[in-house]
T-cell receptor, first 116, second 113 residues
Framework: AQSVTQPDIHITVSEGASLELRCNYS??????LFWYVQSPGQGLQLLLK??????LVQGIKGFEAEFKRSQSSFNLRKPSVHWSDAAEYFC??????????????FGKGTKLSVIP | SQTIHQWPATLVQPVGSPLSLECTVE??????LYWYRQAAGRGLQLLFY??????ISSEVPQNLSASRPQDRQFILSSKKLLLSDSGFYLC????????????FGSGTRLTVV
């Protein structure tokens, strides 16, 4: 079965600083990988996804993520954080659950705080 | 549009009262539908998922049940709420035959008092 680990429960960065959120996955085949963001009291919004091809994926809001198969990682990055990026971030791996259905397994999330 | 509608947005219910949360989705037919719960500091907990009308899979035995009476309608219910049922409930849809990830609703904040 697939699994996702987000080692950092809470990260605090200063506005304008760079950001990297870590994600490690476990899956026997080529993974489908996702990053979602959740603002307080809101649903989850898709930031970016990786299926195949270029291992550096660009997403919305200036985020990018790099797939590294050798490290089983899919870390999320942003060169300069804005105060509005304060939210909770979830990494997920998707797998075929049979009959053409896909199921996502989520990490426990990383809460990002931004200091002005 | 693949919009998901969830209501109500906020709910305060006494212990022992019943619960019904509704989720309806727009867009392509025969979606996979999911109910998740977030309790403080516990991430996303998958409660139920459905691959079709009347088909419900339960991931966690608990005080809740789910039903799918129509293709684009998914309902989360309880006959008697417990304090531990408090949390943020999210409905999500997946896409058959393609792994585009999930689309999430805006959630329902349930407080059991």
């Amino acid at each position: 079965a697939q699994s996702v680990t987000q080692p950092d429960i809470h990260i605090t960065v200063s506005e304008g600083a760079s950001l990297e959120l870590r994600c490690n996955y476990s899956y026997g085949a080529t993974p489908y990988l996702f990053w979602y963001v959740q603002s307080p009291g809101q649903g989850l919004q898709l930031l970016l996804k990786y299926f195949s091809g270029d291992t550096l994926v660009q997403g919305i809001k200036g985020f990018e993520a790099e797939f590294k198969r050798s490290q089983s990682s899919f870390n999320l990055r942003k060169p300069s954080v804005h105060w509005s990026d304060a939210a909770e971030y979830f990494c997920a791996v998707g797998a075929d659950s049979g009959a053409g259905s896909y199921q996502l397994t989520f990490g426990k999330g990383t809460k990002l705080s931004v200091i002005p | 549009s693949q919009t998901i509608h969830q209501w109500p947005a906020t709910l305060v219910q006494p212990v022992g009262s019943p619960l019904s949360l509704e989720c309806t989705v727009e867009g392509t037919s025969n979606p996979n539908l999911y109910w998740y719960r977030q309790a403080a500091g516990r991430g996303l907990q998958l409660l139920f998922y459905s691959v079709g009308i009347g088909q419900i899979s339960s991931e966690v035995p608990q005080n809740l049940s789910a039903s799918r009476p129509q293709d684009r309608q998914f309902i989360l219910s309880s006959k008697k709420l417990l304090l531990s049922d408090s949390g943020f409930y999210l409905c999500a849809r997946g896409y058959r035959a393609t792994n585009y990830g999930y689309t999430f609703g805006s959630g329902t904040r349930l407080t059991v008092v």
